[in-house]
């Protein structure tokens, strides 16, 4: 079960946007591209090309969980940016809840 609050740190993984990949494919990019063992309670976000899905992914001293959400058509999720050239950079938890809780919406149509 996902269970995060404030108290996790939380990475965003902006180059990652291959919603094919699971658990092992997310691991080895954290491992080997980062630089990073997943500690106890990191989470590690990525979002598709298209902004739809976010997976985040977390470990608990026994196992890994993976958290989707998924907007359906029209709707899409904030676009994350900051300055630099990083693979990998650690957000706040309201940053976090922002992300989660406000969909952009793409097209508005009215009647």
Request: glycine fraction near 4%.
């Amino acid at each position: 079960m996902l269970s995060v609050t404030g108290i996790n740190r939380f990475y965003y993984i902006p180059g990652f946007t291959d919603m094919r990949c699971k658990h092992s494919r997310v691991l080895s990019i954290i491992r080997e591209q980062l630089r990073r063992e997943p500690d106890d309670g990191d989470v590690f976000i990525v979002m598709s090309k298209d902004r739809r899905i976010v997976r985040m992914f977390t470990y608990d001293h026994r196992s890994y969980s993976l958290f989707e959400k998924k907007f359906v058509s029209g709707y899409q999720f904030m676009k994350v940016t900051r300055n630099g050239e990083e693979k990998a950079y650690r957000i706040d938890w309201k940053d976090v809840v922002l992300l989660l809780e406000n969909p952009i919406v793409k097209e508005l149509k009215v009647k």
